[in-house]
């Protein structure tokens, strides 16, 4: 059970500001280059012996475990609440709400099969020590309204002992009702592994200290992404509206060609790349804006309007409006981050 994460900021992304400088005589420069030289070399020496004990720390625990560095104890007991699987009649349910409760570490897993007729939601679990299998709950109900809702509860405080919980939704690739799904993860990263087939009237996956990876394709009408200290990546079918946020991480999603379109996209981020393709039959107003990095707008039929703004230092930071296509399309797209370059790509 891992999440593959991906690092979205490259060499490219990190520009510095430059100061143009008057000429300097050929002693003084030959003079000030040994200078920074010895200073750097100092500083890497320094730097060196800072940082070898360090690493070889960290080398250490990592070949000596698997498990996360904050578990004093490794977590070397399977176990699987009954009834192992629980099961939730598509004809009755109008809604999905799936929820991770506690300090547990982990995943929740949403795919389709065409091998099953009914919603299907199961939880596994790795445990530290036998004794806390009596902490675990696991709970699976349909309520008079048709509201599926299976919660996975662990304890709120672990002090060091691990708890691993692997939570998976798998729904019929047969289903036809357009149901609202909501996710809420702690401590968790939310992977789709392909929902393409099904068609959510409404879509909102939220999570603490984890990633959201769309491997293949999410498909609803509004959809909403939130993290904290986390990337969100994939491909996304929206047909309203879109917005997707986090604080420490990187933001890549795709919007591929679709006859229906949503009408707003908004994408946030802090600390991080925000990286937005759109289909070249996008209509409507764009913006991207950073505060330092690169702002990038790419396409064709591009109409760039005078309420943008530079950086403060040239070449980083600014933001970037306009309009694609024709100026009264219905379309609207924002991207932004604050450390990270912001790209709007139309292809």
């Known amino acids: 059970m891992h999440s593959q994460q991906q690092q979205y900021l490259s060499e490219k992304d990190l520009l510095l500001p430059y100061a143009a400088q008057s000429p300097v005589p050929q002693e003084r420069q030959r003079s000030s280059k040994f200078v920074k030289a010895g200073a750097l070399l100092v500083v890497a020496a320094m730097a060196a012996l800072l940082l070898n004990p360090l690493v070889t720390a960290l080398q250490t625990v990592l070949k000596s475990s698997h498990r996360p560095m904050y578990c004093h104890q490794p977590p070397e007991f399977e176990y699987t609440p009954e009834p192992g699987i629980w099961h939730a009649d598509p004809s009755k349910v109008q809604a999905i709400e799936v929820e991770g409760k506690g300090a547990s570490s982990g995943g929740i897993t949403l795919s389709t099969s065409s091998s099953i007729t009914t919603i299907t939601a199961e939880a596994h679990f790795r445990l530290a020590s036998e004794e806390l299998i009596r902490d675990i709950h696991v709970t699976a109900v349909t309520t008079s309204s048709g509201t599926f809702q299976f919660t996975v509860e662990t304890p709120d405080r672990l002090d060091g002992r691990c708890i691993l919980s692997d939570v998976r939704l ?169 450390n990270g370059a912001a790209r709007i790509i139309f292809v």
């Open 170 to 338: 798998t729904l019929p690739t047969s289903l036809s009702e357009r149901l609202a799904l909501k996710v809420k993860g702690r401590n968790a990263f939310i992977k789709v592994e392909d929902m393409g087939d099904v068609q959510f009237g409404g879509v909102e996956l939220i999570t603490v200290n984890g990633a959201i990876d769309i491997v293949k394709t999410i498909n609803g009408a509004d959809i909403g992404l939130q993290t904290t200290n986390g990337a969100i990546q994939g491909d996304v079918i929206s047909k309203a509206s879109f917005k997707g946020t986090t604080t420490n991480g990187g933001i890549k999603l795709s919007f591929p060609a679709s006859d229906e379109h949503p009408k707003t996209i908004s994408v946030h981020t802090t600390n991080g790349v925000a990286h937005v393709s759109l289909p070249d039959s996008f209509s409507g107003h764009f913006a991207a804006s950073t505060k330092m990095g690169r702002v990038t707008v790419e396409g064709s039929d591009l109409h760039f309007d005078d309420s943008g703004r530079p950086g403060h230092f040239p070449g980083i930071g600014g933001r970037r409006t306009g309009w694609k296509g024709a100026e009264n399309g219905e379309q609207k797209v924002e991207v932004g981050t604050v």
